[in-house]
């Protein structure tokens, strides 16, 4: 027992001055666990690229969602504008419907137009 934990015992590490084999195996060891590393990160290549495509349409989607809240704001309030305020709804008509109240004049002017330059 006493043999094993002997410090002379143990062989001293010989320097690879000259000796060909051994730098060959630290170089393949290192070849080897570039090459392992390498398989690893194709495994998971696609897993990122999927994540980051899910990242981004979820930004989008939380982009549609708010732009969907603010109409749906918008209409709740020209709902409730419609069915308690008189005036609004007398302000559509005429607007959106050319509508007017009997004996009135309509006069209604197109939107201003640029003139053309052709001769």
């Keep these: 027992m006493a043999r094993f934990l002997?410090?002379?015992?143990?062989?001293?590490?010989?320097q690879s001055g000259g000796n060909i084999w051994a730098t060959l195996v630290?170089?393949?060891q290192g070849l080897t666990l570039v090459a392992l590393l390498?398989?690893?990160?194709?495994?998971?290549?696609?897993?990122?690229?999927?994540t980051h495509h899910l990242t981004a349409e979820n930004e989008r989607l939380q982009v549609e969602i708010a732009d969907a809240?603010?109409?749906?704001?918008?209409?709740?309030?020209?709902?409730e504008l419609m069915k308690n305020n008189p005036a609004y709804v007398e302000h559509i008509a005429r607007d959106q419907l050319n509508m007017g109240k009997p004996g009135?004049?309509?006069?209604?002017?197109d939107k201003?137009?640029?003139?053309?330059n052709s001769p």
């Design 69 to 79: 809240q603010n109409e749906q704001a918008q209409l709740n309030l020209e709902t």
């Design 112 to 116: 201003y137009q640029t003139a053309s």
């Design 6 to 14: 002997d410090p002379s015992s143990i062989p001293l590490k010989r």
């Design 26 to 28: 630290h170089i393949t």
């Design 38 to 50: 390498s398989i690893v990160m194709l495994f998971f290549l696609p897993v990122i690229q999927k």
């Design 104 to 109: 009135e004049t309509i006069i209604r002017f």
